[in-house]
């Protein structure tokens, strides 16, 4: 019966691994920090949680050992050993994976992207290509998509390729994408924005070096 | 209830109120000094840090009573101010060589 339910749970607990929008399944640098982060915060919490589970059931099994442990073991144990180690190794992470995110310095290409209930529109400044509602950018390279809005706050988010950021309205905030392979991707909006949100997606189209310039330059590739 | 357990239940709650305003003060700070593009925002930033863990250090090791007189409920403010301090060190540490703006 357990094996059964074991068995049957599996497709269901890995069908959120794969897919267009899974943040699980990176296809970029920075997705891949920010996965490494989610699997870093699941192995912690599932170690503090074994550790728990363990407990509790030599409280069951063996409560003789467990009664040989003082009160004050427990609070230092519990309270301190177990806990900050995890907590240190946790933030620690979670510092040098986020701090590789941030759009430092200038990067090769810039793209601006505007959101208006429910769609985006990126356009390439100083570039033939005409705006937009598809994101073309360059494999290999990292991208930065300066993100406004034109009416409420929407958030860009392409979970393969990289973290989300905020669309607001009269502010211009910068996120730094980079997809490792040529090919589509999908993005999808963030932050509820009204009865359209849901949809409010977006396609993703990285190219080869070459191909990305002469599009560019409005030449066909 | 007694003077002394009543001062004790104000230590008691002392230590993680500065701790939750210091992280307002520095959150603030932090975003304001971004918006305004404050040139010594660094040092504004370590300077409430400094500031905050003052106060911490102080209830954390301030001169108490001890032995058999002092109250459980003393011991535990006395632990709970130590652990404010040390969750101060480690949340609040960060705005000393993290990247603050975008």
Known sequence: MFKRLLLGATPALLGGCSGDLSALDPAGPRAANLATLWWVMLIGAAVLFGLVMALFALAYRRPAWITRVTPAQWIVGGGLVLPIPILIVLTGTALVLGEQLLPKGEAPVRVEGRAQQWSWHFTHPESALAPSEILHIPAGEPVDIAVTSLDVIHSLWVPRLGGKIDAIPGKVNIIRLQADEPGVYWGQCAEYCGEGHDGMRFRVEAHEPEAFAALLEGRAP | ?102
């Open chain 2, 1 to 102: 209830m007694s003077a002394s357990n009543r001062l004790a239940l104000v230590h008691l709650v002392s230590g993680f109120v500065v701790w939750s305003l210091g992280f307002v003060l520095l959150y603030g700070l932090q975003a304001l000094g971004c918006a305004y593009g404050w040139s010594q925002h660094r040092l504004w930033l370590i300077s409430a840090f400094v500031a905050v863990l003052v106060p911490l250090a102080w209830l954390a090791w301030r001169p108490r009573r001890t032995g058999p007189e002092a109250s459980s409920l003393a011991t535990a403010a006395l632990w709970v101010n130590r652990a404010a301090l040390g969750a101060a060190i480690l949340v609040f540490l960060p705005v000393t060589f993290a990247s603050t703006c975008i």
